[in-house]
């Protein structure tokens, strides 16, 4: 028999235990079952921007989220933010508070500076950030989900499915997401004091790009 291929998630990351369900709750518990069955893989979906009067005034063209086996995530954001013009803002925040929307700077640089903590970024699911550009006329952005799948607007279609054959995912109809069932996030420094908490890392990035 074919074994169904498991997406790799980061540590901080799994589906609820058996015992951890809440006792009565019947949605939830259909959800944990059905979460053995999930089409959580490797992979992309694509939608092209609609005639939403809402979506109207933004510059991207289409719109796509992208799990990729964690110990690959980075090295994704990297490649979609190459899309990027040279000047962009920094996206970060607790996912419990409001996203902060950091100073226009250096593609580059601001690149280098968070590479610093591409560990933490990459593990921690109590953060979420992305790199953006908007202007009147267009709107480009890489975010990174507290569940550690990619959002991306954007422009150039064909570039983006580029990047998505350099890194071997396909688009998959009717792909899942860990978020859409009944999940636990650990802390990060609770598996692996090393690394630095998420608050003190979120104050860094505020003095740096705020």
Not at 43 to 63: C, E, H, I, V
Not at 138 to 152: A, M
């Amino acid at each position: 028999m074919m074994i169904k291929p498991v997406l790799q998630l980061p540590k901080t990351i799994r589906f609820l235990n058996e015992n951890e369900l809440p006792g009565n709750n019947l949605p939830v518990f259909k959800r944990w079952e059905e979460s053995k069955n999930a089409n959580i893989v490797e992979g992309y979906t694509l939608t092209l921007k609609d005639n939403n009067p809402d979506n109207n005034a933004l510059g991207f063209r289409f719109y796509a989220e992208i799990n990729i086996d964690n110990p690959k995530l980075w090295a994704l954001m990297l490649a979609l933010s190459e899309t990027l013009p040279d000047e962009v803002a920094f996206l970060f925040g607790h996912v419990d508070f409001d996203l902060n929307y950091g100073n226009y700077q250096d593609k580059e640089g601001t690149l280098d500076f968070i590479t610093q903590y591409q560990y933490e970024l990459a593990e921690d699911a109590f953060i979420n950030y992305g790199l953006i550009y908007n202007d009147e006329k267009t709107l480009i952005e890489v975010f990174v989900d507290e569940s550690k799948y990619v959002k991306y607007w954007g422009v150039d279609e064909g570039w983006f499915r580029a990047i998505m054959e350099e890194f071997g995912l396909k688009e998959v109809k009717g792909l899942e997401f860990v978020d859409e069932y009944p999940k636990v996030r650990e802390v990060l420094t609770v598996l692996d004091e090393k690394a630095l908490d998420s608050k003190s890392l979120i104050e860094l990035f505020a003095q740096k790009y705020l």
